[in-house]
Each structure stands twice: as C-alpha cells, then as structure tokens.
C-alpha cells in the first residue's frame, strides 16, 4: 500500500520508521512518503495560512498549496486514492473503516491545522480521489498529525503481512464489537494476586466461555454504547 502524508510538520512521521510499520516500509508492503505542504508554496515565507473571511479567530490554510499538493500526490496514481483529512468535524475513524481503508491500493492524509483547511480544497479533492473527513474522537487536537499517526498504525498492522501473527489481529478488542478479555502472564501469583484458576485449568471450552463472559461483562460496564450497536 502507498501512504502520502503531506503536513507543515513532516518530521513527526519520523515515528512511523520504527516497529512493526517501520519493518513494513523496510519489506516494501507499505510505501509511506511524507511531504511537506511549504514546498507547494512561491512566497519568501513558505506560507501556507491567511485570515478566515467574514473574520474571527485564528487563521485558515490556503487553498492553493494543498491543491499543487494533492494535484502532485495523485499525479501517478494508478487508481483513484482515498484522499482522508483528519478532522474533528469528521465522521468517526473506527476499525471497521481501518479495516475498509486497509485493503486500499493508495491513502492519501492531509493534516491540516490552525483552524482548518479552506472548504473549497475538499471540494477540489473529490476530483482527485473518494474523500473521507475522519476524526478520531470527540475532543479537538492541534493538528492532524497526530490523529494521522493513529490511522495509519490502525490501518497499516491490519495490511496481510505486517503482523506477524495474523491470529494475534482476531482476538482484539473492537473486532467482535466487543471489548477485548484480560490477559495474564507467569507467575500465577503475584503480590498476592492470583490468575484467575480457569485460566490454569487446561480446560478449552471453560477459558472461551470465561473470556466471552469478560468480554460482556467489561463491554457492559465500560462501553455500553458498543451493545447497543
Ligand atoms: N484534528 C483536530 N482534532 C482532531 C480530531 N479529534 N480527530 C481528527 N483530527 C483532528
């Protein structure tokens, strides 16, 4: 899968280089190239921002050095990208989109800041590609790059092959709609807390019954919203 991620701070993606991501750039299944949006600029300030029309707080990014920006992008595209801004005003980024948006040939993220992106460049994107606004919560960030670096870590470990263990993907919390069931380790006892003894019991049936009735049990008390859907 390609990954283009234009940003006016590129070096954050600097992060994606390690772990299992970084390996998965290093073993080609996953291209990431990060581009900064002042390079798409002509002015002595590389300025990407102005004041909003009709006036009020802060300040707006410029329509067009995202339209060089995502005009260059899309250039050699082979097929039609997904082209995603992250945004609080977006519709919620969950796994069932990270899993849609990881059997995608081509993501393209814009992260844009301060207050927001001119409106006319989603409309110039749809041109481009099938846009998407995706935020990640219901709380308001500086920027995209953060929420970027969430997508694309949730969106590229589901890519067959970048984790090692496809197993290890099935089990989650999120990929039954429920809350994932508490793990635990050697020992058996410690600091007076013990595994719970049908975890030690050797008995299949009784741990899958166990951690489905976890599973429930915590999903109800935390995430009650989830049994709802
Ligand atoms: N940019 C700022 N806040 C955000 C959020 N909650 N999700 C996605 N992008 C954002």
Known sequence: M???????????FDAL???????????????????DLRDYTHDRHRTVDDTPYGGGAGMVMKPAPWGEALDDVTRDAAASPVIVFPSPAGERFTQ???????????LVFGCGRYEG???????????????????????????????????????GRLIPGVVGNPESLVEESHEDGLLEYPSFTKPASWRGRDVP?????????????????????RTRERRPDLLAD
Request: hydrophobic content about 45%.
């Open 2 to 12: 390609r990954i283009d991620v234009v940003s006016i701070f590129p070096t954050i």
């Open 197 to 217: 003894p049908v975890l030690l019991s050797g008995n299949h049936g009784a741990v899958a019954t166990w951690r489905r009735e976890q599973q429930l049990e």
């Open 17 to 35: 280089e390690v772990s299992l991501l970084g390996k998965a750039r290093q073993s080609g299944l996953l291209d990431v190239r990060v581009h």
């Open 96 to 106: 069932k989109i990270a899993r849609e948006l990881s059997t995608e040939d081509h």
């Open 117 to 155: 992106i001119d409106e006319r460049v989603f409309d110039y994107a749809a041109d481009l590609g099938r846009v998407r606004l995706l935020s990640l919560g219901d709380y308001v960030l500086n920027g995209g790059e953060v929420a970027v670096m969430a997508m694309v870590e949730a969106i």
